[in-house]
């Protein structure tokens, strides 16, 4: 257990739709990421928070947002949903200090755009 | 953008063999850390590696930094079945301000 909680574990929903994401970064830890995991792929950097400001982008489309809370934890916003956005979500935190860029990894979650 | 050539994509072995994977870049990297993923689950950090030509060991697996800086590599010795899975190398940069930079994953599969 990496210590890094996200919710719901599995989510389906319809394509045009807008789903939010949640993640809750290890104890301590400032720093959020998002990626996405489509099938069989790689995992795509999508957006980084560190302690509630933006700090980097990656190829995240127009369509999605997140924002972290000032209680350190973050949510991810897809909307217009299409079907090409079926994927794994995963969410990652790392420390503030020496070890920044040693990420740990959520469970997930699991988007279906039907 | 800047890419991490990670190789073999995927590797079929038998268990009890001895496996080797490696990631190679064109630029200079500064930190490079495995990962292992296991089906439908995140990623789990093996090994972080930040001084060229440090030599980590986690258990069976040992990842080392090489010396030119733009390449690692991971060992797995005397593999067993629970080490199925993708394994990803990232690497750092400054030029990547400060993002980490993944390979593509190698596929380990264990030969029925």
């Known amino acids: 257990d990496s210590g890094v909680t996200q919710t719901p574990k599995h989510l389906i929903t319809a394509t045009g739709q807008r789903v939010t994401l949640r993640c809750s970064p290890r104890?301590?830890?400032?720093?959020v990421y998002w990626y996405q995991q489509s099938l069989d792929q790689g995992l795509q950097f999508l957006i980084q928070y560190y302690n509630g400001e933006e700090r980097a982008k990656g190829n995240i489309l127009e369509r999605f947002s997140a924002q972290q809370f000032p209680d350190l934890h973050s949510e991810l916003n897809l909307s217009s949903l299409e079907l090409g956005d079926s994927a794994l979500y995963f969410c990652a935190s790392s420390a503030s200090l020496s070890r920044h860029y040693e990420q740990y990894f959520g469970p997930g979650t699991r988007l279906t755009v039907t | 953008g800047q890419q991490l050539n990670q190789s073999p994509q995927s590797m079929f072995i038998q268990e009890g063999e001895d496996v080797s994977m490696n990631c190679t870049s064109s630029s200079i990297f500064n930190t490079w850390l495995w990962y292992k993923q296991d089906p439908g689950e995140g990623p789990v950090l093996l090994i972080a590696l930040y001084k060229a030509g440090e030599l980590t060991s986690n258990g069976r697996l040992t990842a080392q930094f090489g010396i030119t800086r733009k390449d690692s590599f991971l060992n797995i010795s005397a593999s067993i079945p629970s080490d199925v899975g993708i394994y990803f190398c990232?690497?750092?940069?400054?030029?990547?301000?400060?993002?980490?930079?993944w390979g593509a994953g190698t596929k380990l599969i264990i030969k029925p």
């Open positions: 990232a690497g750092l940069n400054m030029d990547s301000n400060y993002q980490l930079i």
């Open positions: 104890s301590g830890d400032l720093s």
